[in-house]
Structure formats: C-alpha cells, structure tokens
C-alpha cells in the first residue's frame, strides 16, 4: 500500500505528517510505503491513500482517488482512525 501525504508546498507540514504517519503505521505492524508531496505535484502521483489536512485535501478530491483528510495532522489518535480503515 502507497500513502501519499499531501500539503501546499510539500515541504513543512507534509513531511512532519509522513513523520507521524509511519510512527503509527510501525505501531500498527504496517509496511505501508509513504511519502509526502505538494498539492501541484500530487495530482500527477498514484497512490492507495492521498492524506493531507482538509483544506488541502478537498482541492484535491475529484473522485479520482481514495483520499482522506485529519483536523489535526499532529493528533496520531486522529491519524490511527482515519488509516485503519484503509488499511488491508
């Protein structure tokens, strides 16, 4: 499974999220590959997930991908229910 993380530049707040994002995955005994990206540069990415904060994700839903956005992109409790679900 590929998750791509997603923010406007795909430099600060994407990659603090990869961060938190492969903690919770380790704790859950996932090997899903992540990586993080801008919103420009994602629509052109293929991935099993696209996860970014609502603001940044709702401009990139266009029925075309699975995608799903958090409040809180630091709250890992947050993040650990929205992946779950995803999770095969």
Do not use: Q, W, Y
Request: aromatic content about 2%; glycine content about 8%.
């Amino acid at each position: 499974m590929k998750i791509l993380i997603v923010c406007g530049n795909g430099l600060g707040s994407s990659l603090m999220l990869e961060m938190a994002v492969k903690e919770v995955l380790r704790d859950l005994g996932s090997d899903a590959e992540v990586a993080h990206t801008d919103l420009f540069s994602s629509r052109g990415e293929t991935a099993d997930l696209f996860l970014g904060s609502r603001e940044i994700i709702d401009n990139l839903d266009d029925g075309t991908r699975t995608v799903a956005s958090l409040k809180n992109i630091m709250d890992k409790a947050e993040i650990k229910s929205v992946l779950v679900p995803h999770l095969s």
